[in-house]
């Protein structure tokens, strides 16, 4: 099966004066969007490098579950985040994952094998094949 998922931006004025509004399809809510948040960073306005940065650390939890469940030694828990990097003129330069893991019966070196499979074919990672993708992972 198939699935695709949507947002949509709805956008008024001109780059650096105007603003916008993302909405998920799922209902999930709407969160403000403009250029001063994503050329100067903000506490309360989203950016599109933050949406690229929750699907990632999303997508790539969800492979590395996976990896070290077909391994014999699922996590008992996973904590990731991505940053993602913009600089403006240039764009996205980046993203960096950083995860800490429970998982009983796996050695650290082990970990790192299966984490940077999962990485690598996690489907946000591979979308995101233009940009430098680093890691660090470690075991809590």
Do not use: Y
Not at 22 to 27: E, L
Not at 46 to 75: D, K, Q, R, V, W
Request: with cysteine; net charge negative; aromatic share 4%.
């Amino acid at each position: 099966m198939t699935v695709t998922s949507e947002a949509t931006t709805a956008w008024t004025g001109s780059l650096a004066e105007g603003s916008g509004t993302v909405s998920f399809a799922s209902g999930i809510g709407a969160f403000p969007v403009d250029w001063k948040a994503r050329s100067e960073g903000s506490d309360s306005t989203t950016t599109p490098e933050e949406l690229i940065a929750a699907a990632h650390a999303s997508c790539f939890s969800m492979a590395l579950s996976h990896a070290l469940s077909e391994n014999g030694t699922p996590p008992e828990k996973l904590d990731t985040t991505a940053s993602v990097t913009f600089k403006p003129g240039t764009g996205i330069t980046g993203s960096h994952l950083n995860v800490s893991a429970v998982v009983p019966g796996i050695d650290a070196a082990a970990f790192q094998e299966i984490a940077e499979g999962a990485k690598a074919g996690c489907p946000v990672s591979q979308a995101l094949a233009g940009v430098d993708i680093t890691m660090e992972a470690q075991l809590a």
